[in-house]
């Protein structure tokens, strides 16, 4: 395995701010607790967590349920066991996305696993966790995954379960249409462990939630990842002081938010997460459908229905199973039920993060570190070989398909054609400098005339290569070809390959050693985007 660092300046649709995290985090310290490559501060992050005893042992009590009833790997249960005798955690989660979701949801979970690591090991005894995202309501966003085809495709796969408009993931049930899916996806896996994971974990009855922890609990048996669902009533029992809290605060956390999105926009940035006068943090359940709780007036509404604050203050008191936190107050809630080290986030998560400081400092008293998970782009052997013949870096390959296409073609043209259109291009520039300098002793107005004539005629001569390279394309299909290839692989669908492409195909592929790979690959002190020669 050959790994290369390739700075995110270079990745497509990297933010201002992400970038300033990674790289100028002078800019941005006001937002942020703790520098990302940063470790000095684990000992003195641990004294600011007050996590009592009591609410420790009924987690533990809850994790080791719920892992157990996903076939827990007994590394597993042992870290609950390390849990349950004050260790601290490391914290990552995602949606729970058909099939495993994409590659950065292995890669988060790798990233919290070795900083857990790293912390036990410098003396802060610490268990990795992964939080199930399922009280998200978009299922549109988890109903779908694409995986890479035999053939270099991409064969796409959406689930027909559904559960009542806006439904939780956590009642989203797969029916028996579940099972053929599974077995197409299947096929595609030549590993028969992973695909075996893959059968074992979507199964008629099962929940998005619940098929992605069997399948998280089968793929990383041996690291101890500690799964958690966010649905469970139990959790939602011990999270009911942090949901009245938010209710009662609604106002001057607003007000916070709001003034926090000002600070961001005057540095720069962008607020990630909308924030209008009548938001609260919270959504409530109504009638099967999760729906935002709004401010109005002096009190609440959900959905039709009108709450007075002391209403809705016994409403969470009586039934906090049906209360559930935003994106801004979800990491909160996380880290009152879980006495949290460090959460581990992608590039969207550090900004929700930017705007959830206040309100961590609001109902927390502290502010929970974040810090970057591993990104990668994973290079199989039969890419590299395309990438070598056509001398490309995989960052020249982050561009539209079509211009993929023509790039390669041009690097595919007959060696005298190339020659040529090089050799007339270096004799106009020789040129146009000679006529130039002639020009400027002449009568030096006249430079900026030549200096556009020039650009003229660079503009025709690259014009023309361009056609040269069409006309390549269309003769010859195996450029066409290559050119999919590649832009499936590394830049499917615009977007970074670890957006698009399930984490499946590739342990399908290389078997779930491969997270060894990776794992070895997940430098938690550099602040690049790996490529992963495979």
Same mark, same amino acid.
């Given at each position: 395995?050959?790994?290369?660092?390739?700075?995110f300046?270079?990745?497509?649709?990297s933010?201002?701010?992400?970038?300033?995290?990674?790289?100028?985090?002078?800019?941005?310290?006001?937002?942020?607790?703790?520098?990302?490559?940063?470790?000095?501060?684990?000992?003195?992050?641990?004294?600011?967590?007050?996590?009592?005893?009591?609410?420790?042992?009924?987690?533990?009590?809850?994790?080791?349920?719920?892992?157990?009833?996903?076939?827990?790997s007994?590394?597993?249960?042992?870290?609950?066991?390390?849990?349950?005798?004050?260790?601290?955690?490391?914290?990552?989660?995602?949606?729970?996305?058909?099939?495993?979701?994409?590659?950065?949801?292995?890669?988060?979970? =790798?990233t919290?696993?070795?900083?857990?690591?790293?912390?036990?090991?410098?003396?802060?005894?610490?268990?990795?966790?992964?939080?199930?995202?399922?009280?998200?309501?978009?299922?549109?966003?988890?109903?779908?995954?694409?995986?890479?085809?035999?053939?270099?495709?991409?064969?796409?796969?959406?689930?027909?379960?559904?559960?009542?408009?806006?439904?939780?993931?956590?009642?989203?049930?797969?029916?028996?249409?579940?099972?053929a899916?599974?077995?197409?996806?299947?096929?595609?896996l030549?590993?028969?462990?992973?695909?075996?994971?893959?059968?074992?974990?979507?199964?008629a009855?099962?929940?998005?939630?619940?098929? &992605?922890?069997?399948?998280?609990?089968?793929?990383?048996?041996?690291?101890?990842?500690?799964?958690?669902?966010a649905?469970?009533?139990?959790?939602?029992?011990?999270?009911?002081?942090?949901?009245?809290?938010?209710?009662?605060?609604?106002?001057?956390?607003?007000?916070?938010? =709001?003034?926090?999105?000002? +600070?961001?926009?005057?540095?720069?940035?962008?607020?990630?997460?909308?924030?209008?006068?009548?938001?609260?943090?919270?959504?409530?359940?109504?009638?099967?459908?999760?729906?935002?709780?709004?401010?109005?007036?002096?009190?609440?509404?959900?959905?039709?229905?009108?709450?007075?604050?002391?209403?809705?203050?016994?409403?969470?008191?009586?039934?906090?199973?049906?209360?559930?936190?935003?994106v801004?107050?979800?990491?909160?809630?996380?880290?009152?039920?879980?006495?949290?080290?460090?959460?581990?986030?992608?590039?969207?998560?550090?900004?929700?993060?930017?705007?959830?400081?206040?309100?961590?400092?609001?109902l =927390?008293?502290?502010v929970?570190?974040?810090?970057?998970?591993?990104?990668?782009?994973?290079?199989?052997?039969?890419?590299?070989?395309?990438?070598?013949?056509?001398?490309?870096?995989?960052? +020249?390959? &982050?561009?539209?398909?079509?211009?993929?296409?023509?790039?390669?073609?041009?690097?595919?043209?007959?060696?005298?054609?190339?020659?040529?259109?090089?050799?007339?291009?270096?004799?106009?520039?020789?040129?146009?400098?000679?006529?130039?300098?002639?020009?400027?002793?002449?009568?030096?107005?006249?430079?900026?005339?030549?200096?556009?004539?020039?650009?003229?005629?660079?503009?025709?001569?690259?014009?023309?290569?361009?056609?040269?390279?069409?006309?390549?394309l269309?003769?010859?299909?195996?450029?066409?070809?290559?050119?999919?290839?590649?832009?499936?692989s590394?830049?499917?669908?615009?977007?970074?390959?670890?957006r698009?492409?399930?984490?499946?195909?590739?342990?399908g592929?290389?078997?779930?050693?491969?997270?060894?790979?990776?794992?070895?690959?997940?430098?938690?002190?550099?602040?690049?985007?790996?490529?992963?020669?495979?």
């Amino acid at each position: 395995m050959e790994s290369h660092c390739l700075s995110f300046q270079q990745i497509p649709h990297s933010t201002p701010l992400f970038l300033d995290y990674l790289y100028h985090f002078d800019r941005v310290q006001r937002f942020f607790p703790r520098a990302p490559f940063a470790r000095d501060w684990p000992k003195e992050e641990v004294s600011r967590v007050h996590y009592d005893a009591t609410r420790r042992e009924r987690v533990a009590a809850i994790l080791e349920r719920q892992n157990r009833a996903w076939g827990a790997s007994q590394e597993t249960l042992d870290n609950i066991a390390r849990f349950r005798g004050g260790a601290s955690v490391v914290v990552t989660g995602q949606q729970v996305t058909l099939f495993g979701g994409p590659l950065f949801s292995i890669y988060k979970a =790798l990233t919290a696993i070795k900083l857990a690591t790293e912390f036990t090991h410098g003396g802060q005894e610490c268990v990795p966790v992964f939080w199930l995202a399922t009280e998200d309501h978009d299922l549109a966003e988890v109903n779908h995954i694409s995986l890479l085809g035999a053939d270099g495709a991409l064969a796409p796969f959406t689930t027909s379960a559904r559960g009542p408009e806006d439904a939780p993931m956590s009642a989203v049930r797969f029916g028996p249409e579940i099972e053929a899916q599974t077995e197409e996806a299947s096929r595609l896996l030549s590993d028969p462990e992973a695909a075996g994971f893959l059968r074992e974990s979507y199964r008629a009855g099962e929940t998005l939630g619940s098929a &992605f922890a069997k399948l998280f609990s089968r793929l990383f048996a041996h690291s101890g990842v500690i799964l958690i669902d966010a649905s469970d009533p139990e959790l939602h029992a011990l999270a009911e002081s942090v949901y009245r809290a938010a209710a009662l605060a609604a106002r001057d956390l607003g007000d916070a938010l =709001l003034e926090r999105g000002r +600070e961001l926009e005057a540095a720069g940035y962008h607020a990630q997460v909308k924030v209008t006068p009548s938001s609260t943090l919270l959504f409530a359940l109504k009638e099967g459908s999760r729906v935002a709780v709004h401010r109005v007036n002096d009190g609440f509404s959900i959905a039709d229905e009108k709450l007075t604050a002391e209403q809705l203050q016994e409403r969470i008191s009586q039934r906090p199973q049906e209360f559930s936190a935003n994106v801004l107050l979800r990491p909160i809630v996380e880290d009152y039920l879980l006495p949290t080290l460090a959460y581990v986030g992608g590039p969207a998560e550090i900004a929700y993060f930017a705007q959830a400081a206040v309100v961590y400092e609001e109902l =927390l008293g502290r502010v929970t570190p974040i810090l970057p998970r591993l990104s990668a782009t994973l290079v199989e052997p039969r890419i590299h070989r395309v990438l070598e013949r056509y001398q490309l870096s995989p960052a +020249e390959t &982050f561009i539209d398909p079509e211009n993929l296409r023509l790039r390669i073609a041009e690097r595919a043209l007959p060696g005298d054609v190339n020659t040529t259109f090089d050799a007339a291009t270096q004799a106009l520039q020789a040129a146009m400098g000679s006529i130039q300098s002639a020009l400027a002793r002449l009568d030096p107005t006249l430079v900026e005339a030549s200096e556009r004539a020039a650009s003229k005629i660079h503009y025709q001569l690259d014009r023309l290569r361009e056609r040269a390279a069409r006309a390549q394309l269309r003769r010859s299909e195996e450029t066409a070809a290559h050119a999919a290839s590649l832009s499936n692989s590394l830049f499917p669908q615009k977007e970074p390959q670890e957006r698009v492409i399930g984490a499946m195909s590739f342990l399908g592929r290389y078997g779930t050693q491969l997270l060894l790979t990776l794992y070895d690959a997940a430098k938690t002190e550099c602040p690049d985007h790996q490529v992963v020669y495979l």
